[in-house]
């Protein structure tokens, strides 16, 4: 059984940085493409980043780019999202996703394993 968790999320002030991780166990890890996404109360989940299988490709979505990055150690089965420079409109759980193929996934019909999600909340 697929099993994602995401560890990192906190408190943090505007323009800080955390690094979020999710770590995969229950298949090959390093053949899948693996997604950021967020949902703010109220409002619906969205993608914030996506990488492929091996980290050749990543995708951010406009509100992230430049401040976010996603990356990945098959090594350890573990995808990481650093985020610096941090808004109080990032505010949001932050989950991790994984993709039924290789490739870069950030439409919800690529993903079909959901992690439990983790809280990021950036005060002003």
């Known amino acids: 059984q697929v099993q994602l968790v995401e560890s990192g999320g906190g408190l943090v002030q505007a323009g800080g940085s955390l690094r979020l991780s999710c770590a995969a166990s229950?298949?090959?890890?390093?053949?899948?493409?693996m997604g950021w996404f967020r949902q703010a109360p109220g409002k619906e989940r969205e993608v914030v980043a996506a990488i492929t299988w091996n980290g050749g490709r990543t995708y951010y979505a406009d509100s992230v780019k430049g401040r976010f990055t996603i990356s990945r150690d098959n090594a350890k089965n573990t995808v990481y999202l650093q985020m610096n420079s941090l808004k109080p409109e990032d505010t949001a759980v932050y989950y991790c996703?994984?993709?039924?193929?290789?490739?870069?996934?950030?439409?919800?019909?690529?993903?079909?394993?959901w992690g439990q999600g983790t809280q990021v909340t950036v005060s002003s």
């Open positions: 996703a994984s993709a039924k193929d290789y490739g870069l996934a950030y439409n919800f019909y690529q993903l079909n394993y």
């Open positions: 229950g298949r090959t890890f390093s053949s899948y493409g």
